[in-house]
């Protein structure tokens, strides 16, 4: 039988005419995981018209395409004299390697990428690394794409990737009051203070992991990134992230910052980084009152015009960063109203939402209603891109404002609200 099957496999060979052919019961057979089906073969060659005319005993010189049953390939083959062969093995031998069904690859593929992640997921057992692989894994969600398209591209790159993302989650305070500056943790872990830099695997996996463990989605952008960081106990940018206030007093070891001490005593601004901050543990106002301004115009105004009031002055510069966070948060316990008033726009709206989101009662509205708002409007048009924000929010009393703007799509600003503020500050 052996001989025969010999025979067969170079004749077939020995044929171009068959050569398409073959090919195209291989495919079938990859897609099937058995003989069967039917090929079709277009824009026949005189080569293949004639080889199949002598094997089916049929005139296919006149065809141009033909479909063709397997079952009528292997019955036309037993009227040969390979009758009896096994044509499975002609068929693999033919192309010098074991025909594999797709389904038997993909479950092959499958059981491979089954023990790559088990492997991983074993040096982690018992801990939060594991339970946010085994989440991604399990749900396709949060990191998979990214896990899925580096383990087809790279998948010795991808362990060790993994590896370091998972020591380095284990390793996460997620306490805002026991930080590390980025550079180092990364250097503690891989000897590399640019290992998690965001522009690479392990700097994504890094934020995917604290984003599942705090339930916020990905950071779209460096402000959101830097504060989900802070959130787990990361320090990054700690220089040119900054926030600009007066009036406050800082406390480290229980003793008052000298320097916080000399700008509240010459009602001066101070800039804040999240150095500065990172060196104090306590804030206050001594008057147990804040006031939070979006624009640097009205906060400097304010600041001069009331400067023998000393009031505690907060500038977000037209965002929320990090370093203002950082700043409420040392603050919060401390005081007991924190008055907020931005322009009326849906960037100032959306300052105001996240403040209230977070600090909650502490925080209030400050001539930022719809009165204040139609006392002030302008005619400056707010883009329909911009207007789509105002979906975001969340608090009753700015929706109601942001029902409002949205009538006119006009802004106002809070640079002629002046003399109100001056009015009620202290």
């Not at 594991?130 to 398209?149: P, S, T």
């Not at 907060?314 to 370093?323: D, E, F, M, P, V």
Request: charged fraction near 30%; aromatic fraction near 12%.
């Amino acid at each position: 039988m052996e001989r025969i099957k010999q025979e067969c496999l170079k004749y077939f060979k020995s044929n171009k005419g068959y050569k398409r052919m073959f090919e195209k019961i291989r495919e079938k057979y990859r897609m099937l995981g058995y003989l069967g089906g039917s090929i079709k073969l277009d824009n026949l060659t005189p080569e293949e018209q004639d080889a199949l005319s002598g094997f089916f005993k049929r005139d296919f010189y006149s065809k141009k395409s033909v479909t063709i049953k397997i079952e009528n390939f292997l019955k036309a083959l037993e009227n040969t004299r390979f009758s009896g062969v096994d044509f499975e093995g002609v068929l693999m031998e033919y192309f010098g390697e074991k025909i594999i069904s797709k389904k038997e690859e993909q479950n092959r593929l499958e059981k491979e990428k089954e023990k790559f992640f088990s492997e991983i997921l074993s040096c982690f057992s018992g801990t939060k690394a594991k339970e946010w692989l085994e989440y991604v894994l399990d749900n396709k969600e949060n990191a998979y794409k990214l896990i899925i398209q580096k383990y087809e591209r790279d998948k010795l790159g991808l362990k060790n990737s993994l590896l370091l993302t998972g020591e380095a989650v284990n390793r996460l305070s997620f306490d805002i009051n026991n930080t590390e500056r980025l550079a180092i943790f990364s250097s503690n872990i891989s000897k590399n203070p640019h290992t998690f830099d965001f522009d690479r695997d392990e700097g994504k996996l890094l934020l995917y992991g604290i984003s599942y463990f705090l339930k916020e989605e990905y950071p779209e952008n460096a402000q959101k990134r830097a504060e989900l960081l802070y959130r787990a106990g990361i320090i990054d940018d700690e220089v040119s992230n900054y926030t600009i206030v007066s009036g406050l007093l800082a406390y480290k070891d229980g003793k008052l910052h000298e320097g916080w001490k000399g700008f509240y005593k010459n009602s001066e601004p101070m800039q804040l980084s999240l150095y500065n901050l990172s060196k104090v543990d306590k804030i206050i106002a001594p008057n147990r009152i804040v006031y939070i301004f979006e624009n640097p115009t009205v906060f400097s105004e304010i600041l001069e015009r009331a400067r023998n009031k000393k009031p505690a002055l907060i500038c977000t510069y037209g965002q929320i960063k990090l370093a203002s966070i950082v700043l409420l948060d040392k603050l919060i316990e401390n005081v007991d109203k924190i008055y907020y008033s931005g322009d009326f726009d849906p960037e100032g709206l959306l300052i105001a939402d996240k403040l209230i989101q977070r600090y909650g009662d502490k925080i209030a509205l400050w001539h930022y209603g719809v009165d204040d708002y139609k006392s002030i409007i302008s005619n400056k048009k707010i883009s329909p891109q911009r207007l789509k924000k105002l979906k975001n929010l969340k608090t009753k009393e700015l929706i109601i404002l942001a029902e409002e703007i949205q009538k006119t799509g006009l802004a106002a600003y809070q640079e002629l609200l002046i003399d109100k503020y001056l009015g009620t500050v202290h």
